[in-house]
């Protein structure tokens, strides 16, 4: 009778350590999978990243521009690669053009300091150019150029943007994708 006891004291023992865990996972996991979210006045800063690297955002703007109307590209990305200098010198346009290197010099060293200053990557889309500065999981949250000529929608430029506020430069805004 002590064993058949101290067994149900045990597998009750195990179950409330099992309960405790999984409500432990449940309201701690979504911080652990989100770490390296914005601060909480991430507008803001990104306000003075926005002044503060202002050079290498117009530089980087006005080639994608050129870039598009050049190869009638819907989408150009640049990612940071993994190597030693954080970017290969590419850019992909669309899915059919694949990676075109970037032969403009000033254009290499903006996306340098750009991705030495903890921006992930540049992405060009429908109506916008997309400086992503914070990412987590779920979301990112950068600087949003508007291309010259459009008007910002009562809803934001792409079904994937939930936030868009306007930083001090005309035309840049600050977003949230996710």
């Known amino acids: 009778m002590k064993l058949f006891r101290a067994c149900c004291l045990g597998a009750l023992a195990l179950m409330i350590a ?3 865990g999984l409500l432990i996972l449940t309201f701690t996991l ?8 914005p601060p909480e006045n991430a507008a803001e800063q990104m306000d003075e990243f926005l002044h503060r690297d202002k050079e290498s ?18 989408s ?24 075109v290197p970037i032969e403009d010099d000033a254009v290499v060293r903006a996306i340098r300091q750009l991705f030495r200053n903890h921006y992930s990557s540049i992405v060009m889309s429908e109506n916008h150019i997309r400086f992503p ?9 950068g600087a ?12 934001p430029p792409a079904a ?19």
């Not at 979504?30 to 979210?37: D, I, L, M, T, V």
């Not at 955002?57 to 819907?74: E, K, P």
């Not at 500065?133 to 949250?141: F, G, L, P």
């Not at 994937?160 to 996710?178: C, D, K, M, Q």
């Open 30 to 37: 979504g911080r652990f999978a989100n770490w390296g979210g």
């Open 133 to 141: 500065r914070w990412r987590t999981v779920d979301y990112n949250w």
């Open 76 to 99: 150009i990305s640049i990612w940071r690669s993994s190597g030693a200098t954080g970017f290969d010198g590419t850019m992909s346009l669309d899915s059919v053009l694949g990676h």
């Open 18 to 20: 099992a309960i405790a």
């Open 57 to 74: 955002f117009v530089i980087i703007r006005d080639y994608l521009t050129g870039v598009r109307y050049r190869h009638s590209a819907n």
């Open 160 to 178: 994937t943007i939930t936030l868009l506020a306007p930083l001090s430069v005309e035309g840049w805004y600050f977003y949230r994708v996710g």
């Open 144 to 155: 949003l150029y508007l291309l010259e000529g459009d008007e910002p929608p009562g809803a």
